[in-house]
């Protein structure tokens, strides 16, 4: 294991290489570049508007977010809802989305896994991204056949053409469609009625080495039509094994004969740590022309993530044929959106868009690659009957097209192990109906209902309500108690595969979520809010004994979630802390074969991929006008789950896939703790220079930054200390 002063000595010698990197990017980028100057207009971004506001006034802002289908105060949405802005993203320095959400979200948190990072909500977790929905200007980006879900977008290190970041803390089907389980993830880019001119971004990493390189331009055509263009590109060559060790918590001999030792790192070479799916570069491209009644826009992404295998594989296959594990993908999505406003009290939107994605899978099995398209159109009318009263209905319909040839891969798909045979394409069609009603029964009280209905080709009628009754005593207070079923239906191959080739019918997925929830905005920065919550999850996973999705049995949850901001001209502070704890979780069938908790077997009472406590602190604080300084800590306080899961194995089913460990190797079961810092520095009115550093605690433990593998935590691997460096050009 590497020293701590080794350690600091490659920050240093690694940081040179870096500079010059970003140095050549900079310039590059500044070649394309225009003189015009940078304005991105804040708008749209509540949080950094509300210095100069009124409580009164910030009670009567209107925003759009992913929790209702109506234009709605910030304080009357009937969510729990996080918001980032692009000031947010900046100083927090994250170097992508992932880490992005893992720093701010309360409750939400993220393992590996031989595909990428699984991502998680208040509990709800899943091996396949499949329980959430990312959404880019409203519009769905997952991945639907299999092993995807909310994969795309994540992993890109270029985020300079984001304007906010909503993230939904719990079930969303009744307003974003099913898929909606744990949450919903939704990004708004810039355009060019709120971005003005140029700016460019370069940032070089070292230890985790990466470079990448942006660049966006915005300009008003007219009053009421503007034009935005964003670029960017990343190299992302991650950590290699030597500072970011692999590290299992049991012995055993690899195929190639050599030996693992319990908690030390594996003597042979792994994929790097957080490198781009077969070392690819990555990239992302938007364009977008947005007029007073017209949205239109275009988006390309190419990425992924490689990703270790788990345990059995490095068993029984060779570690050097293991080396390109990972996923990798490119999409393409275009848009285009009408609203008008019919008559007072009537405005009606609508939007048709197209979006192509190309997959490929390595893991230990096969090489798995497919395509999948989808035509999408929507329509919706947002009602004013009165003062008090406000409504919305709207249909949705979308054609999905499976298995074509795809881009990465030539010739048929292969979508092995679902059983389908390579070269298969089917097609399947989803209906949608729903609708929202907002009514102001009294100064103080307030309804908002929610419904939608689904019907997908091989699925019954998928039925997603949503209740919330919010009280608001004063300016300052508001509470809400909010009632929630989402649907979530199998990836779409398990569903041909039921449907077609097995003959059974494949089982939706439901929860039912109930939240108590208070906020308390004061006049002097401060914000506070608790929530109180409760899940009941019907379900629907991986079974193996049959080798299939299967409905598993029913999951009850509950959790409390405290978070505190406070936001000044000098100051951002946030707290947050989770924590969610299993109530029972009684099996369908005693023969189903499932890792998400041993509670059923008499295993504790804990879920096994899950910290039962989580705690978040960010800060950024103006140091002097040109000099800000920026950190983040999170705290995951243990897997209890994990250990009661790993104790079950070792004593009843000696499954060597699943989680085990050695006799005083605990280790993986032990707290995470991520400290990140940050100084950005404002030279002049055109350039910004800021460095950061990433889980630094690893430079005293190595310990405190290990982040474990889903459904085997018993594996997990050291994240190393690391630096990046950025020069932002906004003339």
């Excluded at 929905?133 to 994969?151: E, I, Y």
């Excluded at 270790?308 to 029984?316: L, T």
């Excluded at 039921?498 to 920065?525: F, M, Q």
């Excluded at 029913?554 to 959790?559: H, N």
């Amino acid at each position: 294991m590497l020293g701590k002063g080794y350690r600091l000595m490659l920050l240093v010698e690694h940081a040179p290489t870096a500079l010059i990197r970003i140095l050549l990017l900079f310039i590059m980028v500044l070649a394309v570049g225009s003189a015009d100057r940078a304005t991105a207009i804040t708008s749209d971004e509540p949080v950094d508007e509300a210095f100069t506001m009124s409580l009164g006034e910030l009670s009567q802002v209107q925003v759009t977010m992913p929790a209702t289908l109506l234009p709605t105060e910030q304080r009357l949405i009937p969510a729990s809802v996080t918001v980032l802005t692009q000031e947010d993203i900046r100083s927090s320095g994250a170097r992508n989305l992932d880490e992005l959400l893992e720093m701010h979200v309360p409750g939400l948190q993220i393992m590996r896994k031989n595909q990428g990072n699984m991502v998680g909500v208040r509990g709800i977790i899943s091996d396949r991204n499949n329980k959430l929905l990312l959404l880019v200007n409203g519009r769905s980006m997952n991945v639907k056949t299999r092993d995807g879900g909310a994969f795309a977008e994540r992993h890109l290190s270029m985020l300079g053409d984001i304007s906010r970041i909503s993230i939904v803390r719990g079930p969303g089907s009744a307003v974003s469609g099913p898929g909606a389980i744990a949450g919903v993830i939704s990004i708004e880019t810039y355009n060019g009625l709120n971005f003005e001119g140029f700016s460019a971004q370069a940032r070089a990493g070292a230890l985790e080495r990466f470079a990448n390189a942006e660049v966006q331009y915005g300009r008003k055509l007219t009053e009421d039509l503007g034009l935005f263009v964003h670029l960017g590109v990343d190299d992302y060559q991650g950590a290699d094994n030597s500072d970011g060790p692999l590290l299992f918590s049991h012995a055993f001999n690899a195929a190639d004969g050599s030996a693992v030792v319990p908690g030390q790192p594996v003597p042979f070479e792994v994929v790097r740590e957080n490198a781009s799916h077969d070392r690819d570069l990555r990239m992302k491209a938007h364009l977008q022309v947005t007029g007073r009644h017209f949205d239109g826009w275009a988006r390309y992404t190419r990425g992924g993530v490689s990703a270790a295998a788990q345990g059995v594989n490095y068993e029984n296959v060779d570690p050097a044929e293991l080396m390109n594990m990972g996923e990798g993908y490119q999409q393409l999505t275009v848009f285009t959106g009408y609203s008008r406003p019919l008559k007072q009290g009537l405005v009606m939107k609508g939007s048709f868009s197209f979006d192509t994605t190309d997959i490929v899978v390595h893991n230990e099995a096969t090489d798995l690659h497919w395509r999948e398209d989808e035509y999408l159109g929507r329509l919706l009318a947002q009602i004013t009957p009165s003062d008090h009263h406000e409504l919305a209905v709207g249909i949705e319909y979308a054609h999905e097209v499976f298995g074509k040839p795809g881009w990465f891969v030539k010739g048929p798909s292969v979508i092995f192990p679902t059983g389908i045979p390579a070269g298969t394409s089917w097609s399947s069609d989803l209906w949608s109906f729903f609708g929202e009603d907002q009514w102001q029964i009294s100064d103080r009280w307030r309804t908002n209902l929610g419904l939608r209905l689904d019907k997908h080709t091989f699925t019954p009628w998928m039925f997603s309500p949503r209740a919330a009754l919010i009280y608001t005593p004063n300016p300052r207070d508001t509470w809400k108690v909010i009632y929630n079923r989402s649907v979530r239906r199998s990836d779409d191959a398990d569903l041909y595969r039921a449907e077609h080739l097995s003959g059974t019918e494949d089982k939706t997925e439901t929860v039912g979520n109930l939240e108590l929830r208070y906020e308390r905005a004061a006049p002097s920065g401060w914000f506070w809010a608790a929530s109180g919550y409760y899940n009941l999850l019907d379900v629907v996973s991986w079974d193996g004994v049959t080798q299939t999705i299967n409905a598993i049995g029913m999951l009850e949850t509950w959790g409390l979630e405290a978070e505190i901001q406070h936001r000044t001209p000098t100051l951002d502070l946030i707290f947050s802390h989770n924590f969610t704890q299993q109530i029972e979780f009684d099996l369908t069938r005693d023969t189903a074969f499932q890792n998400i908790s041993a509670a059923p077997y008499g295993y504790g009472n804990n879920l096994a991929n899950w910290h039962t406590h989580c705690t978040k602190l960010a800060a950024r604080y103006l140091l002097t006008s040109a000099l800000t300084a920026t950190g983040s800590l999170r705290v995951y306080w243990g897997l209890p789950g994990g250990k009661d899961l790993a104790d079950y194995n070792a004593e009843v089913v000696d499954a060597g896939g699943l989680p085990r460990y050695d006799s005083g190797h605990t280790n993986a079961f032990d707290e995470s703790v991520y400290l990140n810092l940050g100084l950005e520095a404002r030279p002049g009115r055109t350039i910004t220079v800021a460095l950061h550093g990433y889980h630094l605690l690893g430079l005293l433990d190595d310990n405190l930054n290990k982040h474990n593998f889903f459904q085997r935590t018993t594996q997990y691997r050291f994240t190393t200390p690391s630096v990046a460096l950025s020069v932002r050009y906004a003339p």
